[in-house]
């Protein structure tokens, strides 16, 4: 007779039960249950809360009165995430909901306590409740990751595994949080598409380098398509890209006579020193 499995769960629906419990599910599924595992929930009063640096940066005032008229209504669903650190309660997610509770005058709200976190720790947390809400801008996410690289010394890989997002995404973050902070300060100012900072930055240092820039600075280029056309009117040529040493001894590699057996070993040493892996 055949094994019968379970039919599967996905993270999103598997049950959580060390978190305090009688809590809304809801709330559990907006946090990453993993990274808030051992929180427990208690009502703080706002006075009583530290707010240091946050990955968000950008906050609207019409939005942040919105939402505190919201809160006045139906009270806060989602709990404030805390970290305790000492006598002090040092806020890590929901900036923008403190500020609303603020703006209405409220004293206290419910929060989740975490202790002993590791700043990495703290990181992850941040990232992984902020880069849930779509209203994050692109440019806190990639000073959040960048500032995530420059505490753990970590390589992309690490990141990408420890964050939960794609590799290449990871070194698109990377690029653009190390691009002047004007151009990143107008991305925000002018909602400017990531990939006109990712190709400007391609682009060969010159005057038209520094005369799209000041487009840019100005909000007069905002749209990759805009920045392709004013490309195409200066007639500016990308550089190509020069092929990597590393894969330029692979293909050597590869083109030699593999049958033989030396040189097969010889190939997967090679291997095993570019990609950085243990190949089987």
Not at 78 to 101: S, T, W, Y
Request: with cysteine; proline share 2%; charged share 35%.
């Amino acid at each position: 007779m055949a094994k019968e499995f379970s039919a599967r769960v996905t993270k999103r629906e598997r049950k959580v039960t060390d978190i305090t419990s009688g809590i809304d599910e809801r709330i559990l599924r907006a946090n990453d249950q993993k990274l808030l595992r051992g929180a427990q929930l208690a009502t703080i009063q706002l006075a009583d809360i530290e707010v240091r640096d946050q990955v968000r940066t950008k906050f609207n005032d019409e939005s942040l009165r919105e939402l505190g008229e919201n809160i006045k209504v139906n009270g806060l669903i989602q709990p404030l995430v805390l970290h305790r650190d000492g006598n002090k309660f040092v806020l890590i997610c929901g900036e923008r909901r403190f500020r609303a509770m603020t703006m209405i005058e409220m004293k206290e709200a419910p929060c989740f306590i975490l202790e002993n976190k590791t700043k990495e720790e703290l990181m992850a947390i941040q990232f992984s409740e902020n880069q849930a809400r779509e209203d994050l801008h692109y440019i806190d996410q990639a000073d959040s990751i960048y500032g995530y690289q420059k505490l753990t010394g970590t390589s992309e890989r690490k990141i990408t595994a420890a964050l939960g997002i794609s590799k290449s995404e990871v070194h698109r973050c990377l690029m653009i949080a190390k691009l002047p902070r004007e151009l990143k300060e107008a991305a925000k100012k002018f909602n400017t598409e990531k990939y006109v900072l990712l190709e400007w930055d391609e682009l060969p240092k010159n005057e038209f380098k520094d005369e799209i820039k000041g487009r840019i600075l100005a909000g007069d280029i905002t749209k990759r398509v805009q920045l392709k056309r004013v490309i195409s009117q200066l007639q500016i040529v990308k550089p190509k890209k020069k092929r990597d040493d590393s894969v330029e001894k692979l293909m050597k590699v590869l083109k030699t006579q593999m049958k033989d057996p030396a040189m097969k070993a010889r190939a997967k040493e090679m291997m095993k020193e570019l990609v950085g892996e243990r190949i089987h």
